[in-house]
């Protein structure tokens, strides 16, 4: 890795996340580090080239903090989850521990670790790779607060605000 943060584009919002952190022992093997650290070339990603995860971005915003000040390999979302019991969503799904390493190992895309790692990540993968359930295209980076969009099948908890995905319909209404 190159020490320099990843940009992603989380729901909208850039933001430039430390995903080298996440190599540190008691990161390494969570679905996010695997997924940013072995999988970013079968991600999804805007317009501008940059990965596109389809999330709350006020986790992730958060996330990236924590990271950044990262003391131990824990990190504590109680403070958070308190006050948006969805975020707690976001961070199970991404900080459940997984088999598949960040190294490729010979024949791990047949195991059954792997079958689960899609399971779960398969959201954020680009359909285009086999397993990757999260379409092909996004947007840029769009002002669209407030706006209600078309489902995009992405991963959102049932009161998070509409996906940024792009859709014909979508992409009418916004010109």
């Known amino acids: 890795m190159s020490g320099r943060p990843m940009l992603l584009n989380v729901g909208g919002f850039v933001v430039a996340f430390p995903r080298d952190v996440l190599l540190c022992e008691g990161l390494r093997d969570t679905c996010l580090a695997v997924l940013l650290n072995r999988f970013d070339s079968w991600m999804i990603t805007d317009d501008n080239r940059i990965h596109f995860i389809d999330a709350d971005p006020f986790y992730f915003i958060w996330l990236t903090v924590k990271l950044r000040h990262l003391s131990c390999s824990r990190i504590d979302v109680s403070e958070i989850i308190e006050g948006c019991p969805a975020l707690a969503f976001y961070h199970d799904r991404f900080f459940a521990k997984t ?62 605000v509409g996906p940024r995905r792009r859709h014909a319909a979508a992409d009418e209404q916004l010109t």
């Not at 490729?104 to 899609?118: N, V, Y």
């Open 99 to 160: 088999a598949v390493t960040i190294e490729p190992q010979h024949g791990d895309h047949d195991s059954e670790a792997f079958r689960g790692f899609m399971a779960v990540m398969g959201p954020f993968i680009s359909s285009s790779v086999a397993g990757g359930t999260g379409g092909s295209e996004v947007w840029a980076r769009r002002e669209c607060v407030g706006r209600h969009l078309p489902q995009g099948g992405g991963l959102r908890p049932p009161h998070s």
